[in-house]
């Protein structure tokens, strides 16, 4: 197996920014990965000056995207990086991603991928031209016990799903705090550069990526009822989904970010015919499952009667927790593994990270929520129809 210490840029994650700090620490987690370059802010000398609290040496610490790009692509293929991580505000990711694809960088970006369909097929076409990895740190994927979650309902421990309830509950925007000058608030409650999602695009998105990893179910309809509940507000910060699978299954999707007191309340359950799932991001480490006329069971990380997958994705012995970043580190070595195999849009057979077409799925899935709401509430067609290996 390759197994080369990949280099990593990264555009995004300065001083003062919430989630690049993140991916840095989970990127290098296991020792598969440097953090070599970056032009971490959106002025030239923040970005330095975020660059050097950081490490990065001089001479790869960039002012621009576009000097990073510029530059890295002029070094010896031995030593420029080999993918770049974009943790910018959403209405960043496409002309970055693009230009670094186009370029035959892989790519690592956050989500939502980009801010509409056309752009999301515009990338997964630029992607399947420069045949790059390209992930999408849908992180809650990378969780052990999401992935023993997903392991029981395909190996058919809770039969066929019928009912699929997902939650993402959160009360920091209850207030105008973008007013504040609170700058996550800022850009997130603001349409150029948050998307036409507010809750629903910020946290929603995973919500619905969430399910789609865990049952394997397509949507097929939405009826969608998004508000704005804080006064001037310019996005939702409020959404309730009815969904249709195509395979027959109801569910409900919520996402808030008005529900005061819930800090990062994601959670999950699915029922089937034989038996129902529930996990819960607060409380990471351990799966419910009730299985239909026994006792309920709760499985725990680390233990040896998970699933190989949660076992591959645990570092520490039971009782010891993990949690977020580790998820994150292993949405990075899996695309690390991709990365070093030289995969191409597809990711290899049985890739196990979110890609671009889960990134375009998302997006697909924002504008048809949107759509729904605005059509009064209304039954909206949801199907998604760019498979992996199609043309976009
Ligand atoms: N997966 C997750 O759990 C998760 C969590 C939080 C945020 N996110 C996503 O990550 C992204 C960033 O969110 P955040 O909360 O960290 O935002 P943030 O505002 O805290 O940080 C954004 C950073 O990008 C920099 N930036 C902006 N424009 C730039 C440019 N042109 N070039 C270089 N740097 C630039 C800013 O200076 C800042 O350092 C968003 O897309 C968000 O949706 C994902």
Request: charged share 25%; glycine share 10%; with cysteine.
């Amino acid at each position: 197996m390759n197994t080369h210490k990949l280099r990593m840029g990264m555009v995004g994650g300065g001083r003062d920014a919430f989630i690049g700090a993140v991916h840095r620490t989970a990127a290098c987690m296991d020792g598969r990965v440097s953090f070599v370059a970056g032009a971490l802010s959106s002025t030239p000398e923040k970005a330095l000056a975020s660059g050097r609290d950081v490490g990065l040496d001089d001479r790869r610490n960039y002012g621009t995207w576009r000097e990073m790009l510029e530059r890295e692509l002029a070094l010896p293929q031995d030593q420029r990086i080999d993918f770049v991580s974009i943790v910018t505000p959403n209405d960043t990711h496409f002309p970055v991603a693009e230009a670094f694809v186009q370029a035959g960088f892989a790519v690592v970006c956050d989500k939502p991928l980009v801010h509409t369909s056309q752009q999301a097929a515009a990338l997964i076409r630029a992607v399947q031209r420069a045949e790059t990895v390209f992930a999408v740190t849908y992180n809650y994927s990378g969780y052990p016990m999401v992935k023993q979650a997903r392991h029981m309902v395909e190996q058919g421990e809770l039969g066929d799903i019928r009912k699929v309830i997902v939650e993402y509950n959160q009360g920091w925007l209850a207030d105008k705090i973008e007013e504040t000058g609170q700058k996550q608030a800022q850009w997130r409650t603001d349409p150029a550069r948050s998307g036409i999602g507010g809750a629903i695009g910020d946290i929603g998105s995973h919500a619905e990526q969430l399910v789609a990893y865990v049952t394997g179910l397509e949507i097929d309809g939405i009826c969608a009822d998004i508000t704005t509940f804080v006064p001037g507000r310019r996005l939702d910060d409020d959404a309730n989904l009815l969904v249709r699978y195509t395979n027959g299954a109801r569910g409900l999707l919520f996402a808030s970010q008005i529900c005061i007191g819930s800090e990062n309340d994601l959670r999950l359950r699915a029922w089937g015919t034989k038996g129902g799932i529930e996990w819960r991001q607060e409380e990471p480490n351990h799966l419910v499952f009730r299985p239909e006329g026994r006792p309920e069971r709760i499985y725990r990380r680390g233990n040896d009667y998970l699933c190989q997958a949660a076992k591959n994705n645990t570092r520490l012995p039971f009782g010891h927790p993990e949690a977020f970043i580790e998820a994150f580190a292993n949405v990075y070595n899996a695309a690390g593994d991709a990365i070093r195999a030289g995969a191409g849009a597809d990711g290899g057979p049985k890739h196990d990270y979110p890609d671009v077409y889960d990134g375009a799925r998302g997006v697909h899935f924002i504008e048809r929520t949107v759509a729904s709401s605005e059509r009064d509430q209304k039954w909206t067609d949801a199907r998604w129809t760019m498979r992996r290996g199609s043309d976009a």
